[in-house]
C-alpha cells in the first residue's frame, strides 16, 4: 500500500495543477446551484415543484458533481496511458492494484471535498432563503455519496483504461448527459411517472439522487433510502471489479 499512497500523492498534485479541475469539479456544480436556486425562487409557489428546493437541489448537484470525477478520471488515466508514464511504472515493482488503488484514492478525495464544499454553499443559501439544512442530514448525505462517487470512479477507470484522450472525455459527456437527465437531478422524475420514470428506474444514476435526496431528509425507508441505496452500492461494487479486471488484463497486454 506504500506504493499505491506515493502514486495517489502524484495523481493528487497532478489534478492540483490542472485549472480545469477547478472549473469543472468545483466551480461548475456551485454556479448550478446558484443558478437554479435563483429559478427555484422565480417558481411561483402554486406550481408546487420541490425539485429545485435547496434541500432537494443540494442532494443532486452533488451527484451532478461526482460526474466530472469521472470526466477526470477518465482524462488522467488515458492521458497516463497515451504517454510513456505508465508503461515507466509497468516496470516498477507495482502492481496493477496499486495504480488503480492510486487512481482510485485521490479521485475519492476530491469527491468528498467537492461534497463539502457543495453543501456548505448549499448550507449558506438555505439560511439566505429561510429554509436551513438539517447538519445531520448533510453528514449522512455525504457518506451515503461515498458509493455513488465510487460507482463515477470506476466508470472513469474504465473508459480511461479502455480508451485514448480523444474518446474518453465523449463517452463521459454521454454518460454526464443521461447521468443528468435520468438521475432526476433537474426535473421530478417521480412526479412525471409514465414512461420517464420507467427508463429513469433502469438507471443507476436515479437511485445516487433518490438514495442522497432522502438521506438528506432523514428518509431511511425500504424504498425511499435502503433499496436504492443497496442499487448504488451494487453498481459501484460492480463498476470498481470490472475497472479493476480491465485495468490488471491492459497491463498484462501492455507488457506482452
Known sequence: MKRAFAFTGRNIRELL?????????????????????????SIPPKANMTVF??????????????????????????????GTFLMRLYATPMT??????????????????QAAITFTVAFIISVIVGSG???????????TLIPSALMFIGFGLIFG???????????????????SFFGGIWFDAQGTGGVMLKISKC?????????????????????????????????????????????SKKMRTDLG
Open 17 to 41: 495543477r490542472d485549472p480545469l479541475g477547478y472549473i469543472f469539479c468545483l466551480g461548475f456544480p456551485l454556479i448550478m446551484l446558484i443558478i437554479m436556486t435563483i429559478v427555484d425562487r
Open 96 to 113: 496493477a492494484s496499486d495504480l488503480t488503488a492510486g487512481y482510485i484514492i485521490p479521485m475519492l478525495i476530491i469527491s468528498m471535498v
Open 161 to 179: 483504461v479502455l480508451f485514448n484522450e480523444k474518446s474518453a472525455p465523449g463517452l463521459c459527456s454521454i454518460i454526464i448527459s443521461l447521468g
Open 53 to 82: 428546493h435547496i434541500e432537494n437541489l443540494a442532494p443532486g448537484v452533488a451527484v451532478f458533481g461526482q460526474m466530472f470525477i469521472m470526466l477526470f478520471t477518465a482524462l488522467n488515466v488515458s492521458t497516463d496511458r497515451s
Open 203 to 247: 438507471t443507476p444514476f436515479f437511485y445516487c439522487t433518490k438514495s442522497a435526496r432522502a438521506a438528506m431528509a432523514l428518509d431511511f425507508g425500504a424504498d425511499s433510502f435502503m433499496i436504492p441505496l443497496a442499487i448504488v452500492v451494487l453498481c459501484a461494487v460492480v463498476l470498481m471489479s470490472l475497472s479493476c479486471f480491465a485495468f
Open 133 to 143: 439544512l438539517n447538519i445531520g442530514g448533510i453528514f449522512i448525505c455525504m457518506i
